[in-house]
């Protein structure tokens, strides 16, 4: 089968979005958007690690371990999202705030 | 379950149920009683003779790994661990009954005998492990404790200060410990952490010179800090100002000695070699000990510092003990760990009392009480002149033997050890100095003014005073009592160090 | 009773009664005083029992340290001819300041307390002269120093006698620092603490000059318990002591434990020369410089306290001569006497007198207090060394043993003794007993009553005749009077010291009769030479300068270097490290992507 795709386009793509969560977890205020940069750099890992499975190629068949621990990672993932969100809202009501910025009680 | 390992489990039980809820006072008093009985139950029973050093021995292998030494629970006594938990026994019990009621205490009395416990079982389970491991950990039990009685308890304003330095100071002298403990057991071969077999190994298979320099010298810092060995002393004195009497008494007299029993028991006999050539660093600290610090002890001007600079002072004659390295005086040494102990504590079960009952120490403002509190007083000048080095005390027997001991093997002419030795005899003039005058001041003289009489002390205070007095005449009269125990076993000590 | 079980009674008894005083009895004052002075009578009754003679003997002993072949120190008694003798000396003082104290200190509150303390320093004392061990004497020694604090420190609310106490204390301390240090040589020499056996291995000593340090570190024990110059300040403080204790026992026996301790390891002293010649020279300057300062004293006490201290110069003088120990154990013995006879004296005129012991506020006594009067100059004759009083036969024969020995310097200075002695003693006798009252005090004074110039009488007694055999023949084997040795021999000696007699006396007649106050002032002599303020200053600048710098130097060096400086190390990185902590989340993940992305690089390059 004659493909355009290679593995290089599936880690650009990879890399970008990678770093396009990193940089909005950087420099973004609200908690919530870092909380979904943060999805989109797990997302990103997800990524990487599918088309290292995909292109792993053994005997003519691609290796599939990856994709097995693909769906363990989301499952996982979404059971951290919902941790990671009641926590937020846990935090928005004691705080009444969503900013970063204003979340530094550790320094003090 | 040997009594050893109940003697052992007893306090650190006791503390747990205190925890629990138990009623304090009454639980530590009682476990405290029980160890002392079962203690002096196992002196009876303890057959002094060279054959089978160790006694009342029990194991519980924890850890058996290739590549890793053995590691096991294991309690055994010989002379020179049995002297010294005779002397954990009778303080604690001491202790336990200078304390005050829990009604009396401001913050948790709970927390105040719970901590009391865990310092006296720490130091008996130390005294008692066979083991290398748990002879540190017990050691290291002791150590919070005894920064949450200062803390907490203590006396003066700059207690917490004070609990933070003698905990960090301690906890740096552990840590240098530990190093050269780590050391000595990868020197033997890195097998086991049993004390028996590691003294064997290093008869049999010493580590190389170098290297016995190298643990001898951290094993001297190490437990030197943990005695207050000059100049690693300044923790000693404003802790034991500053710390309540029976803290006072349980760290002066009892845990305090876990250094000394450190270098006897694994220093001397890992490292024989090293020892022999740190001997005039060892005397060098030792005079450093006897007269610069009782030159420190003579300049103070209240009581309770000047008893801590003393037992500083003191530990001097201990190490000349150490440093002579032969039966007689490493026997002295032995016994006059046992002496101090008592009459340490005694002296500060007393000064407690003072500063309870009259609200200060300082000789300018006390005077003339002898009038006042004519028991106290005399039981005091017992106290004051046993430390002295008066015969008919422990603290005098012992001394005779550490400098008898010192002075062995001078007949072709005086070494440096003798001369040490002479000059540490000054001491002897120091220490009564500083007592008399202390005596002098507090005791004698016109009474102040404004100085109001309280009610000399009652039963409760008398009678712990009394038990550790009669410990010590009656090891002052027959110091039999204790050497019969000792001998044998440096003997085997000194066998097994070669 | 066998003899082993009269001697350990002997030195068991006063500490059982001091203990059970101790204990119980003190709530009871009159009967502890009762008990202790039963048992003094008790153990001189034995000690007569005992002086009968016999062989010398060992008495079983009690094994104390057992260090296997290291070490063996016994408690064991030996008795022999010296310790039968100076038991007897000890006893019976002991047992008359017993007597002396039951009146003395009827009404004391501290009663219990004295006695005990009296009790304790029979026990002691007892020790010392039954002991057959240098430990075993060091142990009672030092039991000795105890029991003398706890006496002269018996008014303890006052100043001045708890700083009396103090210093007695440590000046002994002082002393036996040396006799410490010496018994370590001498073990260390002879490898042995036992006296026989350091008598049967002191000649096979080789080291000679270690030797001879040893035997003068023995020495400084005597030095201090002995009051020997240097060491010879506390003596005349412990006059503050209740008068009982410091007429007798300050007096008569217990300064007496230095002479008695070097006539018992005489065999050490004789083979250490050069020792004994410091030992001679020590007594004699001793004698010399204390007999000056009496010269000049105005308080009765005081004086008597220096005049001690000259004649315990001359006993160890003796004791630092070849075959003079005997000498100064005789010296030691008819002393004991004469000089308790005045000092009992001197207690009935301060106590007729209402408490006044300067001597120049009394005047005339000898019309009121004839008997006083009588027996005090009984006992002065025997101290100036009258012909056939006691006193004479004991000085003489120590004076004839440094001249048979050729110690030229040391005879000399106690040649100049015996003129100065004389001197002092009769200004004191005139002063006080002749001429005018001059003092209302002095005035009103009577005749004390029997229960204390009977004490007196007997002991004028013993001041005359204590030197003849029918009372040294079961107690001294060498010391007595012996007429005909005398007569034979009436050489230098005897003639110088008649002559200094004859001179003391008639020049002191001369300068004090009928005068109201002193016609000679010399200052030196008055303040004692100065030496107790040049000790305060030396304690001054070295132990208590030494001990400030100390101090200082622990609490702003070794403190800041050992303890804080860790410390200070732990807190600057600490607070450098604290800069990179902000508690901003954002920062944190930045800095954590760097230190990936500087890990990535790192790893894979």
Redesign the interface.
Known sequence: MESALTLDHFLIVSGFLFAIGLAGVLVRRNIIVIFMCLELMLSAANLTLVAFSRFNVHEGQPSYEGHVLLFFIITVAAAEVAVGLAIIVALYRSRETTDVGKLNTMKN | MTILEIIVTLPLLAALVIGLGAPARFTALGASVLVLIMSLVTALRFSPSIEGALQNVSSRPLMQMDGFPSLSLSFGLDGISLVMLLLSAIVMVAAVLVSPKESDLKHSPRLFYLSLLLIGGGAIGAFCSTDLFFLYAFHELALIPTFLMIGIFGTGKNRLRTAWTITIYLGVGSLVLLVGLILAVIGLGGSTFNIEELTALASDAPMAAEMQNWVFFLLLVGFGVLVSLFPFHSWAAPAYAEAPAPVAMLHAGVLKKFGLYGLIRVALPFAPAGAEVLLNLVLVLLLGNIIYIGLVTIAQKSLDRMLGYSSVMHMGYIFLGIAASNELGLSGAVLLMFAHGISIALLFAMSGWLREKYGTLEFNKLGGIGKQVPKLGLLFGFAAFASAGLPGFANFAAEVEVFIGAFAGAQDGLGWIQWATIISLWGVVISAVYMLRAYRAIFMGPIPEKLEAPADICWSMRLPLIILLVALTAVGFVPELLNQFIRPAITVLLAAAG | MDVTTIAWTVLLLPLIVAVSI?LGLKRWSGLASLVSTGSAFITLFLCIRLAGGGDDLEAASF??????D??Q?DIGLVLDDLSRGMMLIVTSIGFLVHLFSLAYMKDDAGKSRYFAGLSLFMFSMTGIVLADNF?MM???W??VG?SSYILI?HW????SA??A??KA??TN??G??GF??GI?LV???T?SIYFNEIAAAVGGVE?AK?LNIAVFCVFCGAIGKSAQLPLHVWLPDAMEGPTPVSALIHAATMVAAGVFMLARVTFLVESAEMAATVIAWIGAITALVAALMALQQNDIKRILAYSTLSQLGYMIMAQGVHHGSDAGMFHLYTHAFFKALLFLGSGAVIYACHHEQDIWKMGGLRKKMPITFITFAIGTAALIAVPFTSGFWSKEAILEAAHHEHLWGPYTLAIIVAFLTPFYMTRLVIVAFFGKNRSDNADHAKEVGPIMWVPLALLAFMAVFSAYDFLTGPLMANGHADIGHLIGHFGLTATLSLTGLVVGVSAAIYFYKGKDKDPISIPAFADRFYIDEIYEKLIAIF??G??????LL?RYF??P???RF??MT?MTTGSILRIF??????TY??MF?IAVVALIVFLIS
Request: some cysteine; hydrophobic content about 55%.
């Open positions: 101790l094994s104390w340290i057992n260090m296997g290291a070490l120190i430990i060091f142990i009672f030092e039991l105890v420190g303890f609310e006052k100043d708890a700083d106490a103090k204390f440590l301390r002082i036996d620092f410490m240090i370590l073990w260390t020499l490898g080291n270690l132990q208590d030494a001990s400030k710098v100390c101090d622990d070794i403190d270097i050992v303890a860790p410390a732990a902590q902000m508690g901003n989340v954002q993940a930045f992507s």
